[in-house]
């Protein structure tokens, strides 16, 4: 599985593509991921990748990526050349366009109307990515793992995945 | 130590840990910085040291190699330049311990003022140089830099690029470590101390090293060719088109070269003889291209078949590949638009002291010329507050020179704490012996911020700024807080005064605490009253990122406002105002 994780430097970018990428080694799957820190860390459009299964780089190239996960709705757009015809979106905010699934996430606003802060929104959005590729991430086994991180917010984290578990 | 998710960084500290180093060293710089870091993490008990700069920490790490120690240092590609005085000199004269060198590249560049091939260096020094694809390979050619390096006594490079420090791979960290190797210095002044004469000697010892060394490296790796052609890679993009082998499978054979340089000629000749065409791929110089003599069969940087600036990407990887095998490219489907607007430009945070001092001394001298310098402050371009930006330390010299050239105007230069220290004390020492009427500005946040708050001197007490100055001669000094505008411009003003009055450089410490790091809440936000006019000041000129416009007035984002309040004095029209 290819992903693109965007978004703007401080939103937590780098975070959730740690969180994903460690979630996916604990699984026990080869995975291997691209950051991008200094600069773009000052508000800039900020991008990472993400390869779970054999590969040798998180190198990903126009059309390659089954997976667009991103923290600003804004930031889709300049992405978008990743994504293969038969990606999926899950973005926070608002996208519509293209031929892809998209899902949208009000994760800000549930963040902080829910769960304490903005800086939560992450974790809801690592759950929805869960949720969509059940067979990827085995959703229990997942929840047990991110169990062990005592800094992600469990609540939002099973509020991202559904009510179901 | 068990499983993990690790970043390249990570797994090259632990390599270092692995084969016995007692010492590191190393100065911040992106995507350098977390080696030193992780080494304190994964090994507590061993000595770490952020020396003052690139240089010292290379000499550093060098003695205790000298002294029969295992010491390794670290730094970004820009970093190799600052250092490069000892490293020819120690390749020369060797080590009895063993010295790795990591030097991180910054293709592309991300976050850097040049795309420079650390391997070059290792080339004109003539030190051994690996070259790792990815972070498992970064552990794997660490711990190779450090065996070659205690087997034939000479330092070894080990040459990262961004994509393979700032990856993170799953990876299962090896239990087995090595003690960390301490040494005694054993005196041998034919070696250690080497006048010409005997560096004529230590030179030819070296190359006849150099031959050995590239036939030991790739004692195992045979040549069986299967396909007409080959695709000859190393770093990154070894990684990146090992991924994409299947395009090529059949036509060519890919061949994984782990050290660019020494090469045995017998191995580039086997190739050459055992292939109509070869395609080499690397990063960022055409450095294992140009080892190759039957020029004509070989596809590079130097055909223009790979770009020769910039960063390897999939793509780049995929059209040199098409155009190697002269096949057309796929037509894939892409949904994007074929232009997006840029994306926001990085600027500084909200709070930031840097963007009111900044402000200030627009407002102080507005016809200045500003010289600047490498750090989060280079972002002062944005608010037309920075007119150069050349490297470490490069403000103060500027400004001493760019004065000398434009007498009538007043020139006042940034410079962070810690670049002043780096390389800005001796520039400031020049100016004040070369009577130069030039304000300097410090701009003190007490940390290395752009590349990760690594400690500075003189927050952790041993030294302060004004100490250092008044060693430096420098007697106008004056230290404010850069929320307080209006004494900023005054003190600015009054510094191109001074500077001008004695022909001595004057400094003014812009003193405020990095508000990302200590995460510092001045106060609360200000409030928008009736009246704006949408001037762009706070949000535009100013580039408060916790100002908006909304289509009728500003807004300030209760979340990312830090409350410094500088917006209210900012304001021309004194509608942000303090909510008492």
């Known amino acids: ?55 040798m780089s998180a190198s990903i190239g126009a059309g390659e990526a089954d997976l667009l996960l991103s923290t600003d709705s804004g930031e889709v757009e300049r992405c978008l050349r990743f994504l293969s015809e038969k990606g999926v979106i899950i973005t926070d905010g608002f996208y519509e366009g293209g031929p892809f699934e998209i899902i949208n996430v009000d994760a800000g606003k549930a963040a902080a109307g829910k769960f304490g802060g903005v800086m939560h929104a992450g974790a809801i959005l690592l759950g929805k990515t869960i949720a969509r590729f059940p067979e990827i991430f085995h959703p229990e086994k997942s929840v047990r793992i991110l169990a062990q991180n005592k800094k992600l917010n469990q609540q939002a984290l099973l509020f991202g995945l559904g009510s179901d578990l | 130590m068990g499983r993990g998710f690790f970043l390249g960084n990570e797994l090259m500290a632990y390599a270092a840990k692995a084969a016995g180093a007692s ?83 910054d293709p592309g560049p991300h976050s ?89 000697a230590l030179h030819i010892k070296l190359t006849e090293k150099l031959k050995e060394i590239a036939e030991d490296f790739y004692s195992e790796l045979e040549i069986k060719p299967k396909a007409p052609f080959a695709v000859v890679a190393c770093g990154y993009p070894a990684a990146v088109c090992a991924d994409m082998k299947d395009r090529f499978e059949g036509s060519a054979d890919f061949i994984k070269l782990d050290m660019p340089y020494p090469i045995p000629e017998g191995l580039i000749s086997k190739i050459e003889n055992s292939y109509e065409k070869i395609l080499v791929l690397e990063e960022t110089f055409p450095l294992l291209e140009r080892s190759f003599v039957t020029r004509n069969r070989v596809y590079g940087k130097d055909t223009g078949t790979v770009p020769s600036a910039g960063e390897f990407t999939a793509d780049s990887c995929e059209n040199a590949l098409n155009l190697f095998m002269e096949k057309k490219p796929e037509n894939k489907k892409i ?184 995460k510092m809440k001045a106060g609360k936000p200000p409030k928008v009253n009736p009246g704006c006019t949408d001037c762009g000041m706070c949000y535009e000129v100013f580039e408060c990122p916790a100002i908006t416009f909304n289509g009728e007035t500003v807004e300030i984002d209760g979340a990312s406002c830090n409350g410094c309040l500088c917006c209210v004095e900012v304001c021309p029209r004194g509608v942000i105002a303090e909510d008492k």
Request: glycine share 8%.
């Open chain 1, 1 to 55: 599985m290819r992903c693109v994780i965007c978004g703007r430097g401080g939103q937590g970018v780098i975070t959730l593509n740690y969180l994903l990428g460690n979630l996916a080694s604990a699984l026990g799957y080869e995975t291997i991921s691209a950051e991008t820190h200094g600069m773009a860390m000052r508000g800039g459009s900020v991008y990472t990748t993400l390869k779970i299964g054999k590969a």
């Open chain 2, 23 to 105: 010492s590191f060293y190393a100065y911040p710089g992106t995507p350098s910085s977390e080696i030193l870091s992780s080494f304190q993490k994964y090994a507590p008990e061993r000595y770490a040291q952020w020396a003052l700069n690139e240089k010292l920490a290379l000499e550093l790490a060098a003695a205790a190699a000298i002294s029969g120690s295992v010491s390794a240092c670290a730094m970004k590609q820009v970093g190799l330049n600052v250092a490069a005085d000892p490293l020819f000199s120690v390749a020369y004269t060797g080590v009895s311990g063993a010295l790795a060198i990591i030097s991180a590249d």
């Open chain 2, 112 to 200: 850097s003022q040049t795309e420079q091939d650390s391997r070059m260096y290792a080339y004109a020094a003539k030190i051994p140089v690996t070259d790792p694809a990815n972070p498992a390979d970064a552990f794997r050619l660490t711990k190779k830099a450090f065996e070659i390096s205690k087997k034939y006594g000479v330092p070894v490079m080990v040459r990262p690029v961004m994509r393979v420090c700032h990856s993170r791979q799953s990876f299962d960290l090896p239990e087995e470590t090595e003690a960390p190797r301490h040494g005694r210095f054993v005196k041998d002044p034919s070696r250690w101390a080497a006048t010409p004469k005997h560096r004529a």
């Open chain 2, 335 to 518: 949904y994007a638009p074929a232009e997006t607007a840029p994306g926001p430009k990085p600027r500084l945070c909200a709070g930031c002291g840097h963007r009111s001092a900044f402000f200030a001394i627009k407002r102080a001298a507005p016809s200045g010329i500003y010289p600047g310098d490498i750090g989060c402050y280079t972002l002062g371009t944005n608010l037309k507050a920075v007119d150069t930006c050349i490297c470490m330390g490069a403000s103060i010299t500027f400004a001493e020179s760019l004065k000398r050239e434009n007498p009538e105007k007043p020139v006042i230069c940034t410079i962070g704490d810690s670049t002043f220290f780096h390389t800005g004390i001796p520039a400031l020492l020049n100016a004040k012996i070369n009577g130069s009427p030039i304000a300097v500005a410090i701009l003190d946040n007490a940390t290395t911020a752009m590349t990760g708050f690594q400690p500075v001197p003189h927050a952790e007490g041993h030294i302060t700024i004004e100490q250092t100055l008044k060693g430096l001669g420098i007697n106008s000094v004056t230290v404010i807080d850069p929320y307080d505008i209006k004494a900023s411009v005054a003190a600015v003003k009054a510094a191109i005064a001074a500077a001008k009055e004695e022909n001595c450089p004057a400094v003014v410490i812009f003193r405020r605490e990095c508000v990302t790091k200590t």
